[in-house]
Each structure stands twice: as C-alpha cells, then as structure tokens.
C-alpha cells in the first residue's frame, strides 16, 4: 500500500516537474512592440501554426513516431489545403483580403490550432492579448486594401453603387458584346452564353455552355456580372483582367470558333459605320483586336449589381433580413464561409482546393466524365500544389446562376451548400442550417436594369 503511494507521489512529482520545465523552455512570450504584421508574425510563429500549415513542415520529434505519423501526416495535408501559412506569415503587410478574413475567422472561434496538438503542446492557442493584437492587425490591413474605415470589421462588403468608365466606350462595347459578327458563323454573341436577364451566366439547364456547331465546352460559365471585382478571370485564372479574358472565346474553337482575331476584324471591318465609330474612340489603333475587347471590357464595368437586399443591410437597414435570412448570414460567417468567399463579390479573389476534405472528384456524379478543365489552376501555372484548385466563383445573384460549381455538376442550391460544408470544411450540415443559409444566399439578388429578378 505504502509502495503504491511512493509511487503515485513520484509520477505526480514527475509530472509537475516536466510541466514546470516544459513552461519554462516554451513558453510563449508576446511579441515587441513594432509593425502589428511582425506580431502577428510571431504570434504565429509561437502557436505553433506554420507546423501544419506548411509544404515543407518542420514537423516536430514524436511526429516519427507510429501512428503519430499517419495523423500528424493527415493534419498537414488538410491544413495546407486549407491555407498555407509558413511563406504567407513572412509577408503579412502585403496579406491579401483572403488571407485576413482566414486568419480572423480562426482567431474568433479560437478553432487553431486543432485540438488533438494543443493536447501535446499546452499553452498553444490565442489568448486574449494575442486575440487584441491579431484583431488591431485585421482591421489595419483591411483598411489598407479598401481604402476606407467602413467595413473593416466585415469579410464582405457592399456592391458599390457605380464603378468608373468611360460611358462612350462601353455604349460601343455593349453592341460588340451583342454582336453575333464575331462568331465565325454569325449565330453567337457573348450574350448568348452570358444571359443578362438571367443573372448573366448560362442556360439554367446547361451544365457547360453550347458553342459554334452545337459544340460543348468543358466547363459552366460563370457569371459576367460583377466580374470587375474578381482579381483574375475564368476557373483558372488565366485572365489577369476583363480585357484579357474577352479576347478568348471569339478564337475558341468550341466558343465563337474562329481562327484569328485578324479574321474577326476583317469581318467587322466590312461595316463602315462601326469603323469611323472605332476610329473615332480610338484614333490610335482604329478597329482593332485591341479596341473591341477594351471596349467590351469597359462596357463590363456597367455590369454590376448593387443594392441586394444584403447589401441594404450591410448599409445599415436592420429590416432588410428576415430573421432566418439573418440567421442565415450569421450562420455563413461562424462556419467560415467568408473566409473563402470574401470582399464585394464575394468570392473571385484566390483559387481553392475543391475538396479540402474528402475526394470531390472520385465521389462526383459518374455521367461526368473527367476532364482536362476539372485540373483547375495547375492548367494555368504548371504547378502541382495547384491541381484541383479553382477559382472562388461570386456568390452575387448566385440564385440565378444555376447550375452550380466549375463542372455544372449541382443544380440546386441547397445541394451546392451541403457540398461546401461537406469538401470544404469537412462537417456534416444540419437541414435547418442549410435552410438557412440558402436563405440567406438568395438575398444576395441585386439591381441591374437588364436583370430580371425571377
Ligand atoms: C496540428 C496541425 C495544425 C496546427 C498546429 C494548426 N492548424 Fe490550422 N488547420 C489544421 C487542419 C487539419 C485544418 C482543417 C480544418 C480542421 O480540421 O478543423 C486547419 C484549418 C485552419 C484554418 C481554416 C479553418 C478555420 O478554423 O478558420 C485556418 C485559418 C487555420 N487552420 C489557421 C491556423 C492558425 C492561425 C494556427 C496557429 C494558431 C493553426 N492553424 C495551427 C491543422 C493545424
Ligand atoms: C459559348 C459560350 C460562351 C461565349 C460565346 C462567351 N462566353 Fe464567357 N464564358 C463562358 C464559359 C464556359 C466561361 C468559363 C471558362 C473558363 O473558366 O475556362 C466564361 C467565362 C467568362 C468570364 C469570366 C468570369 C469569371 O468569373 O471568371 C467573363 C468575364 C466572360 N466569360 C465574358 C465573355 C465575353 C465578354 C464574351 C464575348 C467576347 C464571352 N464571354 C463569350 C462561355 C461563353
Ligand atoms: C476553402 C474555401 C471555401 C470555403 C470555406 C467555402 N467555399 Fe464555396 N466555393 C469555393 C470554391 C473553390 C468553389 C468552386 C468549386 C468548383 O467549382 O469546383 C465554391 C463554390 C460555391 C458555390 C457555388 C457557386 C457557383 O456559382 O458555382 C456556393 C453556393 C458556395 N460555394 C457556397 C459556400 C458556402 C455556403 C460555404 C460555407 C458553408 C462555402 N461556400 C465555403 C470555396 C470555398
């Protein structure tokens, strides 16, 4: 009985002793004064943060160990797919709006780091001086990125009511935009794929667009509206800018279908009037590849949707929700869906891994066949870390743009949030909860003269 005492003593001496040591060797300490980005730097640094969230880990000692491998090994994946920590804390005064809005949802629902690591590594996770000096750094670098006070404390943000351009140019870019004498055959316009009335995406029961001839192409088109604000165009980015991006489908073999943009303006040029028009605008390069898609891409800059019923009440119209609409938006941002879906548009600013958990694409629907288009931004950039990662589509109007993801595999709504939280956050949804965001999603509608609300 005595020995069993000594015994119990001892181990609970031994445990004090290594807590007290293990304190002392790693205790976290609260950064220096200085630039609110080193701190946060450091706080990540010392939470143990940039382990997990690393191509390269530096993961530490009993990771070798077995077992503790194969779950350490599953963290990481899942954590880098999730968001990469270890360059981006280096460079936190550049950090864009995605990052912010991720790093500020973590720091709120104390989520990070996971709990079976703070169970090894006690003292890990934020506390509240922590929290203070993450939460000062958020609201600075929004500020820096918006310009502007208003919001800083919001992932997302209002539609602005108008966006500059030139009002001769974009008259002239709205008839090309509707100008079927850029499709080889005559028979397509961009607003034939971009339906204005319908929320500017394609044919509600067109999972990938129709081309020249009947052709199919091998992803949904996303919508044109509001696509001012997304930082690179197409699934894959590979538009930096408006102008860029409409210069593709008139040569895309299975779009417009023509060879060359030298055989297009050939073809327009036989129309006089729209000569002296161009060569009047542009008195530098008169009708031209150059002319037509700056035109296009300045007309673009109309198609905005302000005044969505949520953007009434970001703006401070308490009744523009109803309590399950709001229920709902509370609900979209405590499960982090703006840490993804961020800024005016609401998405359009990083590429994501479809599939954060799980395998999207061994579960999807089997009619789909695999395609070169599903690879995503690695198509774009070559690199691997990049394969399945596709741009994060807007969520305005997002009522009206169905069918939904890259693939057009989803034609409900309420089904296209069950597989968010499903891929992209790896949880089970309740029904009510995805009632209520989808409720909420569709008050995301806003105004535009050409659309009309259904
Ligand atoms: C042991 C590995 C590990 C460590 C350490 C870790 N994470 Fe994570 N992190 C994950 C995993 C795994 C996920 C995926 C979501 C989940 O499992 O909850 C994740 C998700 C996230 C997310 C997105 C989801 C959310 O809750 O916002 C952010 C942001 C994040 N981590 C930031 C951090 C920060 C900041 C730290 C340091 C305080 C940290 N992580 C430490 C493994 C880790
Ligand atoms: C045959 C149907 C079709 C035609 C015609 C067409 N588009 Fe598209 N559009 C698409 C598809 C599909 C995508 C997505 C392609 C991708 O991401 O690889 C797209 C992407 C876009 C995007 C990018 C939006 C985003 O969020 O990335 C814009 C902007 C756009 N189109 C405008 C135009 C303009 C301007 C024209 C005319 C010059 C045009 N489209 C002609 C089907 C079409
Ligand atoms: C890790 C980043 C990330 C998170 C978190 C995330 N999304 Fe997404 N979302 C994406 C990406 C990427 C796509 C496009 C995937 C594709 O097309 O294959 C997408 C697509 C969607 C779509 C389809 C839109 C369209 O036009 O095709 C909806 C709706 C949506 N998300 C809602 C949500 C909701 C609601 C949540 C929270 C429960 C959420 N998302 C969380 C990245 C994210």
């Not at 491998?69 to 899942?78: E, F, L, N, S």
């Amino acid at each position: 009985m005595k020995k069993a005492l000594f015994w119990i003593c001892a181990v609970a001496l031994a445990a004090l002793l290594g807590t007290a040591v293990y304190r002392f060797c790693f205790w976290k300490t609260l950064p220096e004064e200085g630039p609110l980005a080193q701190q946060v730097e450091h706080i990540l640094q010392q939470n143990g943060c940039l382990v997990c969230h690393s191509y390269e880990p530096e993961l530490p000692f009993y990771s070798k160990l077995p077992i503790m491998d194969k779950i350490m090994a599953g963290h990481v994946r899942h954590a880098v797919r999730f968001v990469e920590l270890d360059e981006a804390s280096k460079n936190l005064a550049e950090a864009d709006e995605v990052l912010v809005a991720k790093l500020e949802h973590c720091m709120l629902t104390s989520s990070m780091p996971i709990a079976e690591y703070r169970m090894i590594h006690w003292g890990t996770g934020f506390t509240s001086a922590e929290k203070e000096i993450i939460a000062r750094w958020v609201r600075e670098r929004r500020m820096q990125i918006t310009g502007t006070e208003e919001f800083a404390d919001s992932p997302v943000r209002p539609v602005p009511s108008y966006v500059p351009y030139d009002e001769a140019k974009a008259d002239l870019g709205k008839r090309m935009f509707n100008d079927t004498r850029i499709s080889l055959d005559n028979t397509i316009s961009c607003a034939s794929c971009h339906i204005l009335e319908e929320g500017g995406a394609d044919h509600e029961d067109d999972r990938v667009s129709e081309g020249i001839n009947g052709l199919l192409g091998g992803v949904n088109a996303p919508t044109c509206y509001n696509a001012i604000f997304n930082k690179q165009q197409f699934w894959n980015g590979r538009a930096a800018d408006l102008q860029e991006q409409a210069a593709g489908p008139p040569v895309n073999p299975v779009e417009m279908g023509d060879q060359s943009w030298d055989d297009i303006v050939a073809r327009l040029k036989c129309d006089a009037a729209l000569v002296k028009e161009f060569e009047a605008l542009y008195p530098e390069s008169g009708l031209s590849m150059h002319s037509v898609t700056d035109a296009i891409a300045e007309y673009e800059k109309t198609l905005i949707t302000p005044d969505s019923r949520f953007d009434k009440y970001l703006k401070g119209d308490a009744n523009a929700l109803t309590k399950k609409e709001l229920k709902g938006y509370h609900e979209f941002i405590d499960n982090g869906c703006a840490a993804c879906h961020v800024g005016v548009n609401m998405g359009g600013q990083s590429f994501e891994h479809m599939g954060v958990f799980g395998n999207y694409f061994a579960e999807r629907d089997k009619d789909i066949k695999r395609h070169a288009d599903d690879d995503g931004l690695i198509g774009f950039t070559g690199n691997p870390r990049d394969l399945e990662r596709f741009k994060v589509p807007t969520l305005r109007n997002v009522a009206l743009t169905a069918p939904y993801f890259h693939d057009g595999s989803e034609d409900d709504l309420d089904d296209a949030v069950e597989k968010m939280f499903e891929y992209m956050l790896g949880k089970d949804c309740t029904d009510k909860t995805e009632e209520s965001i989808t409720a909420f999603l569709k008050t995301l509608t806003g105004e535009h003269p050409e659309l009309k609300r259904q």
